[in-house]
Each structure stands twice: as C-alpha cells, then as structure tokens.
T-cell receptor
Framework: GESVGLHLPTLSVQEGDNSIINCAYS??????FIWYKQESGKGPQFIID?????DKRQGQRVTVLLNKTVKHLSLQIAATQPGDSAVYFC??????????FGQGTELSVKP | DAGVIQSPRHEVTEMGQEVTLRCKPI?????LFWYRQTMMRGLELLIY????????DSGMPEDRFSAKMPNASFSTLKIQPSEPRDSAVYFC?????????????FGPGTRLTVL
C-alpha cells in the first residue's frame, strides 16, 4: 500500500527578506549543534555550527542563535535569495559521537 | 577535491535481492558515517566507523543490514535480503579525525527502490 509521509514545515519568504528557521532540540546534554542545508537530489551541506558555550555565532549572511534554557536553536538568513530554497535541518551532538537530526524545514523563496 | 563518492546513485531491485551500496570517503578523513533518509523517519544514523573500526551500529535496523570498511578509502552497506520498506535514500558522510565536533561532509546519496 501507499505510505503516508510527513509533511515538512514550510517557510515561504520574499526574495530579499530575512528568514528565520527554528528548531527545538531534545537532549539537554547536547553541546554541539549544526545547521545543514539540503537541496533537492543532493546530500546535506554544512552551513554553520555552534557550541553550547556560545549563544550566537555569525557567518556570511547566516546567524545561529542558541537558547539552552528552552532548548531552542534558530537559523537566520539575511537577504534571502532564490538559491537559498532548500530543506534546512538542525542537528545536535549529544556527546556520544552521533548527530541527531531534526525533521527539517522547507524554505521557499519567492522572486 | 572530489568529495564523498557514492555508487550507485540509483538502485532499483526486487524484494529478496541483495543490495550493496558503496562509499569512498574524502581522502584523509578517518571517520565514516552511513545514514538513511525517508519521509517518515527523516535522517537517521545507521552506523559509524573511526579508523575503519565500527564504533556504533545501534542504528542498524536489523540483521539484514551489514556494513564494512576494509580500508580507509572504501566502505559498503549491504542489505540481504532487501524488503520494500528499505526503500530510502542512503547517505555516506565522512569527517576528519575522531573529534565528534568535526564537520561531516555528505555524499550525494544512493536512492534505493525495492519493489
């Protein structure tokens, strides 16, 4: 029979606007977090990471914010471009050597 | 830099057949990871190796799945016998060193369809 798949959360933004993608993580012992971007038909690609001793880290057009109190992670993309359209995953490392990925958010950029 | 290489890119097989997926990590990387991605379960770690030794295989779904890393430049993931529920995209990733905080680089994936 046909299986029913999950519908990913979707964020739709206008080109040039800022995007904010949110993620809740599960393990309070996790001390390293990563955001990955996955384009259709490709493997996940590293965007930016942050360690638990920080609450903010900036890259080129991207900023990651970490709130350990509520176990929340966000990715901010400035001046979003059509090439930013993809599925974005947060991942946590729980000190056991493994990455645990979130379900993903699909970002759609309207020209 | 060639990146992580996976083959085949697409595999269609019939239930009960053996399937072998191949991965060549980035040269100089000594940690290798196999992931499975489905719409239902997202991206899941199956097994990872460090210096060719399996470190954690707790994500391997059942005995039908096995993985090997005979040398630093090659790994296989085998499913025998395959079942329709194994249909997924299988990714291989590699990272430098044993430090778990090192960035993982993903290959393009193998899309497996089991009929």
């Amino acid at each position: 029979g046909e299986s029913v798949g999950l519908h990913l959360p979707t964020l739709s933004v206008q080109e040039g606007d800022n995007s904010i993608i949110n993620c809740a993580y599960s393990n309070s012992a996790s001390d390293y977090f990563i955001w990955y971007k996955q384009e259709s038909g490709k493997g996940p690609q590293f965007i930016i990471d942050i360690r638990s001793n920080m609450d903010k880290r900036q890259g080129q057009r991207v900023t990651v914010l970490l709130n350990k109190t509520v176990k929340h992670l966000s990715l901010q993309i400035a001046a979003t471009q059509p090439g930013d359209s993809a599925v974005y995953f947060c991942a946590e490392n729980d000190q056991g050597g493994k990455l645990i990925f979130g379900q993903g958010t699909e970002l759609s950029v309207k020209p | 830099d060639a990146g992580v290489i996976q083959s085949p890119r697409h595999e269609v097989t019939e239930m009960g057949q053996e399937v072998t997926l191949r991965c060549k990590p980035i040269s100089g990387h000594n940690s290798l990871f196999w992931y499975r991605q489905t719409m239902m379960r997202g991206l899941e770690l199956l097994i990872y190796f460090n210096n060719n030794v399996p470190i954690d295989d707790s994500g391997m779904p059942e005995d039908r799945f096995s993985a090997k890393m005979p040398n630093a430049s090659f790994s296989t993931l085998k499913i025998q016998p395959s079942e329709p529920r194994d249909s997924a995209v299988y990714f291989c990733a590699s990272s430098r060193g044993a430090d778990r905080l090192n960035e993982q680089f993903f290959g393009p994936g193998t899309r497996l369809t089991v009929l």
